[in-house]
């Protein structure tokens, strides 16, 4: 069984941040990608952010120069920071992790960030 808790989330004013994090627990053998996804309301879920194993990482265009994806693998932990929060930015945000031989994807229970205008 694998867990992943997200924290970190909350509201905030338009340009300001945010730390998000995430830990991974439980019977979890090598992590292959980790990563940052979101929904907004009505919408569907997308990608934010992933980092690779070799510590590569890509974004989305809409948060590229304002979030950084950093991940700790020994802790099995990966973070979001998000700096000039805009109300775009607003929905659930949820952390995956790709781990195992397998390359099974495993998800948190997400966390609400709002940014208000």
């Known amino acids: 069984q694998v867990q992943l808790v997200e924290s970190g989330g909350g509201l905030v004013q338009a340009g300001g941040s945010l730390r998000l994090s995430c830990v991974a627990s439980?019977?979890?053998?090598?992590?292959?990608?980790m990563g940052w996804y979101r929904q907004a309301p009505g919408k569907e879920r997308e990608l934010v952010a992933v980092?690779?194993?070799?510590?590569?990482?890509n974004y989305a265009e809409s948060v590229k120069g304002r979030f950084a994806i950093s991940g700790d693998n020994a802790r099995n932990m990966v973070y979001l920071q998000m700096n000039s929060l805009q109300p775009e930015d607003t929905g659930v945000y949820y952390c995956?992790?790709?781990?195992?031989?397998?390359?099974?994807?495993?998800w948190g229970q997400g966390t609400q960030v709002t940014v208000s205008s």
């Open positions: 995956k992790v790709v781990a195992g031989r397998l390359w099974r994807d495993y």
């Open positions: 439980g019977s979890i053998s090598s992590i292959n990608v």
């Open positions: 980092i690779f194993n070799g510590g590569s990482t």
